[in-house]
T-cell receptor, first 115, second 113 residues
Framework: DADVTQTPRNRITKTGKRIMLECSQT?????MYWYRQDPGLGLRLIYY???????NKGEISDGYSVSRQAQAKFSLSLESAIPNQTALYFC??????????????FGPGTRLTVL | RKEVEQDPGPFNVPEGATVAFNCTYS??????FFWYRQDCRKEPKLLMS???SGNEDGRFTAQLNRASQYISLLIRDSKLSDSATYLC??????????????FGTGTRLLVSP
């Protein structure tokens, strides 16, 4: 079984709809992240969390919210989806390795299309 | 200027060829460097970390040049299965707690028979 799973894998929705993307992990990592990937752009960080009670904005958090319900779960919500939120969304987890750096492990991605 | 810059390619090479990619970064305080591999429509996966002394993993060799702020990835004896996009990734200072990963847009490699 995959260590980091995302649901749904694909979603088509309409402008103005509320959408939730879910991420679960079995790696036991404390740190979780949400990224989006757009053609011609690198992955960009939306939100991250180091703990169940810890939520931090990334570089492009406007229009998104997150919830860290448990160590293993981190969900991303689009309260009112708009077409420029069409993208590939990745969840990732990490834990500090022996060098003190974060090695991140990604889920399979959710392809979201907002019409 | 982008924080991490890569040639998007594609690099088209025959099987067995040696190919090298470079990546430049703008933050001189960056401490950690990685190459990730991403197959089409799939998640990025760590290929290798890049250490100051350089490191090798089989057919793959990564080098870091701090003075010129670039990292490189060399692939020897290319295989068809090496066809993918290679993402250059850097982080901030090790002692600031959270080290945000900054991703390049990737270099696409196509290995042909």
């Amino acid at each position: 079984d995959a260590d980091v799973t995302q649901t749904p894998r694909n979603r088509i929705t309409k402008t103005g709809k509320r959408i939730m993307l879910e991420c679960s992990q079995t790696k036991g990592h404390d740190r979780m992240y949400w990224y989006r990937q757009d053609p011609g752009l690198g992955l960009r960080l939306i939100y991250y969390s180091f703990d169940v009670k810890d939520i931090n904005k990334g570089e492009i958090s406007d229009g998104y919210s997150v919830s860290r319900q448990a160590q293993a779960k981190f969900s991303l919500s689009l309260e009112s989806a708009i077409p420029n939120q069409t993208a590939l969304y990745f969840c990732a987890t990490s834990d500090l390795n022996f060098e003190g750096t974060d090695e991140q492990f990604f889920g399979p991605g959710t392809r979201l299309t907002v019409l | 200027r982008k924080e991490v810059e890569q040639d998007p390619g594609p690099f088209n090479v025959p099987e067995g060829a040696t190919v090298a990619f470079n990546c430049t970064y703008s933050n001189s305080a960056s401490q950690s460097f990685f190459w990730y591999r991403q197959d089409c429509r799939k998640e990025p996966k760590l290929l290798m970390s890049v250490y100051s002394s350089g490191n090798e993993d089989g057919r793959f060799t990564a080098q870091l040049n701090r003075a010129s702020q670039y990292i490189s990835l060399l692939i020897r004896d290319s295989k068809l299965s090496d066809s993918a996009t290679y993402l250059c990734v850097v982080t901030g200072r090790r002692n600031t707690g959270f080290q945000k990963l900054v991703f390049g847009t990737g270099t696409r490699l196509l290995v042909s028979p």
